[in-house]
């Protein structure tokens, strides 16, 4: 894999480990972000207060306890936000190595400013260096 190219399977696993983590791996910052909060606020939203409150007064097998006696309907928005993350995640990343094949097949780079140049032209249309081109590419 180059630089530009990430892989959708880590992304993905990386979404299912924390919501926007694997955003984060695709360096889509607010994405990330966004995820993140999204799945934030469902919990916050659906969860009930108490089960936040097990963890303060009972411990961790108070908290697990009253996790296990959650209802269907409460865990599952929470879900279907962890799923989304995960599969938003993954697209991203299928988007991104297909747009970084498309773009890394058109043309050549400058070795002066290293932008993409237009095949045709003999010099960078971004910096004006001069480009040497091969004896096999023409």
């Known amino acids: 894999m180059t630089r530009n190219r990430k892989r959708p399977w880590l992304a993905a696993l990386l979404a299912l480990v924390y919501p926007g983590l694997g955003h984060a791996y695709l360096r889509q ?52 936000v962890q ?26 780079q400058c070795p002066n400013c290293g932008r993409e140049v237009d095949e045709d032209l003999d010099f960078c249309q971004w910096c004006t260096a001069p480009l040497e081109r091969d004896a096999t590419a023409q």
């Open 29 to 80: 910052w607010l994405r990330a972000l966004l995820w993140f909060g999204f799945a934030l606020t469902t919990a916050m939203v659906f969860i009930p207060e108490q089960t936040f409150q097990s963890v303060e007064t009972g411990g961790w097998s108070a908290y697990v306890q009253a996790v296990q006696g959650l209802k269907t309907s409460i865990v599952l928005p929470i879900l279907v």
């Open 83 to 108: 799923l989304c993350n995960i599969l938003d995640a993954y697209w991203a990343a299928l988007r991104g190595n297909r747009a970084a094949a498309v773009t890394g097949g058109r043309g050549t």
